[in-house]
């Protein structure tokens, strides 16, 4: 009778896995692979407290509302700080993730969370997901759907080591015999980046720059070490005349201001080896470390990790999709992957009306 459930749940439903991220959600649709890589901000009508717009669309207008409209990130650090906000972001991301594939039953979905989160966040993301539309939701930490979706043996006697630079979060964790080890969640990470060179550029140059413009610059001409000579143009408001303003930065500025963050990150992945049991520091000398994440894209991280740790790093061609493809392994077989889940529909008990 089992059989037969499982079978009429897989034909009536989908089976969607989502890096619920504070810069970026993805969602991965089995047989699909990645369909949907949105920003994780919704724009809200708060006099009519409808939902405006969602992902991109609702990017676009950081910075850029009216009084009555209100474009909030719903997810701070890598948790829910707005719950209905999220709920609504994670039903229209479950509709559009599934519009060309309907199904008669709501989805069954894995969706990865930032290491070391607490039973009350786990559960804010459930019930979210649950209240989106979610027929059946399965909770992952995020190294593990990582490590998963750059195929490291996890269920095996050997040492792994991943590190996830997230948007909200950097996850550092080492991973043996299906469990995590040894691990570490830092705030350092792109979102405190943005906020180091508003900072940096509020000091040096006492202009007022927006978000937006900061990840923008981060992106085009951002490095940890010195690589080619980049610049490039920026517009904000002056801080003394308050009229705009445009200078020129450099990427030695960029790596000026985001230097102590990148630093911090550097101390916690010794720190997490200092504490790790030799035998698998032994096998993560010789099996080097994979490196995640849109934070693995600054230019120069590979080098500057292995520099500064004398391990080798290993990082994806596609850093960014990692969690989500981590979570869709595990939907290809919930059963095998039941024991590193930390929160799963079928461990708790039966709803009763």
């Keep these: 009778m089992k059989k037969y459930l499982e079978k009429f749940y897989r034909l009536a439903s989908n089976d969607i896995g989502i890096d619920l991220g504070t810069a970026n959600t993805l969602v991965y649709l089995k047989g699909k692979g990645i369909v949907l890589n949105e920003p994780s901000v919704v724009a809200v009508n708060e006099k009519t407290g409808r939902i405006v717009a969602v992902g991109a669309q609702a990017k676009q207008m950081l910075g850029r509302t009216p009084g009555h409209i209100k474009a909030v990130k719903p997810l701070v650090d890598g948790v829910i700080s707005d719950f209905e906000v999220t709920e609504e972001m994670i039903s229209h991301l479950l509709r559009q993730a599934g519009r060309n594939s309907k199904k008669l039953l ?109 990840e923008d610059i981060k992106i085009s001409i951002g490095s940890v070490i010195p690589m080619e000579a980049m610049e490039s143009t920026i517009k904000g408001r002056d801080l003394v005349t308050g009229l705009p303003r445009e200078v020129v930065l450099t990427d030695s500025d960029i790596r000026e201001a985001i230097a102590q963050s990148v630093d911090l990150l550097i101390d916690s992945v010794k720190e997490v080896l200092e504490t790790t049991p030799p035998e698998i520091v032994s096998d993560i000398m010789q099996r080097g470390i994979h490196v995640v994440g849109g934070g693995a894209l600054i230019r120069g991280m590979k080098e500057l990790l292995e520099e500064s740790i004398k391990i080798p790093i290993h990082m994806p061609s596609d850093p960014l999709t990692a969690v989500a493809r981590g979570a869709g392994i595990v939907l290809e077989n919930i059963e095998n992957y039941r024991d590193v889940l930390i929160q799963s529909d079928d461990d708790l008990p039966p709803q009763t009306t």
């Design 106 to 214: 709501g989805p069954r979905v894995v969706i990865g969370v930032p290491y070391g989160i607490t039973n009350v966040e786990s559960r804010a993301v459930r019930d979210a997901t649950r209240n989106a539309g979610a027929r059946e939701v399965h909770i992952i930490e995020e190294p593990m759907a990582a490590a998963l979706g750059v195929r490291l043996p996890i269920k095996e006697p050997v040492g792994n080591m991943i590190i996830d630079i997230g948007g909200g979060t950097s996850d550092i964790a080492v991973i043996s015999l299906g469990g995590i080890v040894r691990a570490k969640t830092l705030k350092s990470a792109g979102v405190k980046l943005n906020e180091d060179i508003i900072a940096y550029v509020r000091g040096e140059f006492k202009i007022l720059i927006g978000e937006k413009t900061a």
